[in-house]
C-alpha cells in the first residue's frame, strides 16, 4: 500500500533515512571530487572535461538538497557535517595528482557507485510503500547511469 511521510512505521521511516543518508553522503563526496577534477584537470580534453566535472558538480548541489529535505520531510536528520559524509559514504576522496584519464575513470566508478546506492534506497523505500521517496532515488540513479555512460564514452 503506498504511504505517506506521516502514515510510515517507525522501522520503516528508519531504513529509509539510513540510505537516504548514505546517499546523501556519496551525493556530497561526489561533489567535492567533481570540483577537484575541474579545479585540477589538464590536458587536450582540458575545455570539455572541466566542462563536464562542473556540470557533475552542480547537478550533484541540488540534489544534495533535493535528499536532505526529503529526510527532512520525514521527519528525520539529515546528515549535515563533512566528517559525517566522509563517514558514511563508499565513494572516497581523490588526494594528490591524476591524470585525466584517472580522473575520468574514478568519476565513472563514484557514478555507478551512486548508481547502486540510489537504486538500494529506492528499494528500501518501494518496499516500505513510500513512493515519493522511490521516485526521487529513481530520478538520481537514472541521472547517475548518463553520467557513468558520458564517463566511460571517453575511454572506450
Ligand atoms: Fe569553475
Known amino acids: 500500500m503506498t504511504q505517506t511521510a506521516v502514515a510510515l512505521s517507525t522501522d520503516a521511516r528508519g531504513a529509509i533515512v539510513e540510505a537516504l543518508n548514505q546517499s546523501v553522503a556519496e551525493t556530497a563526496v561526489t561533489t567535492m571530487l567533481a570540483q577537484n577534477f575541474h579545479w585540477n584537470v589538464k590536458g587536450m580534453a582540458f575545455g570539455p572535461l572541466h566542462a563536464l566535472f ?21 521527519d528525520a ?40 546506492t540510489l537504486a538500494g534506497a529506492g528499494q528500501v523505500a ?31
Open 126 to 156: 518501494a518496499e516500505a510503500g513510500d513512493t515519493l521517496t522511490e521516485d526521487l532515488c529513481i530520478a538520481r540513479g537514472q541521472t547517475h547511469e548518463k553520467f557513468a555512460w558520458f564517463l566511460r564514452s571517453h575511454l572506450a
Open 54 to 74: 562542473q556540470e557533475i558538480y552542480e547537478d550533484h548541489f541540488t540534489a544534495q538538497d533535493d535528499l536532505a529535505e526529503r529526510i527532512r520531510a520525514l
Open 77 to 116: 536528520h539529515a546528515e549535515g557535517t563533512l566528517a559525517g559524509m566522509l563517514e558514511r559514504s563508499k565513494v572516497k576522496e581523490h588526494e594528490g595528482h591524476a591524470s585525466d584519464k584517472e580522473m575520468i575513470k574514478a568519476m565513472q566508478d563514484a557514478q555507478e557507485t551512486l548508481a547502486a
